[in-house]
T-cell receptor, first 114, second 111 residues
Framework: DGGITQSPKYLFRKEGQNVTLSCEQN?????MYWYRQDPGQGLRLIYY???????QKGDIAEGYSVSREKKESFPLTVTSAQKNPTAFYLC?????????????FGEGSRLTVL | GQNIDQPTEMTATEGAIVQINCTYQ??????LFWYQQHAGEAPTFLSY????GLEEKGRFSSFLSRSKGYSYLLLKELQMKDSASYLC????????????FGKGTRLHILP
């Protein structure tokens, strides 16, 4: 079955630690995205990648980093520079970044900083 | 700038009809999406409008007026499982076609 897999589903981190969230898709989609969701807030775009080996900052990229070495993988690192990292993180993909394709989402990763 | 507005919460009765409105102001426009999100889960795609008019898909319909920067999602024959958040999102053609989300409308269905 095609889809997007995020892991881990739940993650706890101590302040000052970096953590990497995994996102893998087997939909053969070119574009991948990371969003952050906080209570009462909409989804806010962190980073996106329209093609392998290329990615762009979204609206709230500070304190985060990504890589896109393979088409199917788009990991997100939450660094210690992110001031308020506790949130629900959603990875998504679309056929490509330029046409009308909708976003397909993973199940999400809930990060809690202790 | 960009802004997508939708009501924070709505309540409706099982079996009834509810309309969730969304207004948007974005620098460019290349389509509007509606997503459904149950608590703690990922959003799932409901509808897409890029031209003015009504798109119907079963119990759900979505309407778009580009000149007014306005859309609505219409849910008919409400069921308890329709209790969820409904997210309006716009693809902004002036920002690399990024999809920008509103804050969502939490819909409560009463028996």
């Amino acid at each position: 079955d095609g889809g997007i897999t995020q892991s881990p589903k739940y993650l706890f981190r101590k302040e000052g630690q970096n953590v990497t969230l995994s996102c893998e898709q087997n939909l053969n989609h070119d574009a991948m995205y990371w969003y952050r969701q906080d209570p009462g807030q909409g989804l806010r775009l962190i980073y996106y990648s329209q093609i392998v080996n290329d990615f762009q900052k979204g609206d709230i990229a500070e304190g985060y980093s990504v890589s896109r070495e393979k088409k199917e993988s788009f990991p997100l690192t939450v660094t210690s520079a992110q001031k308020n990292p506790t949130a629900f993180y959603l990875c998504a993909s679309s056929i490509d970044g330029w046409n009308t394709g909708e976003l397909f989402f993973g199940e999400g990763s809930r990060l809690t900083v202790l | 700038g960009q802004n997508i507005d939708q009501p924070t919460e709505m309540t409706a009765t099982e079996g009834a009809i509810v309309q969730i409105n969304c207004t948007y102001q974005t620098s460019g426009f290349n389509g509007l999406f509606w997503y459904q999100q149950h608590a703690g889960e990922a959003p799932t795609f409901l509808s897409y409008n890029v031209l003015d008019g009504l798109e119907e898909k079963g119990r759900f319909s979505s309407f778009l007026s580009r000149s007014k920067g306005y859309s609505y999602l219409l849910l008919k024959e409400l069921q308890m499982k329709d209790s969820a958040s409904y997210l309006c999102a716009v693809r902004d053609s002036n920002r690399d076609d990024k999809i920008i989300f509103g804050k969502g409308t939490r819909l409560h269905i009463l028996p």
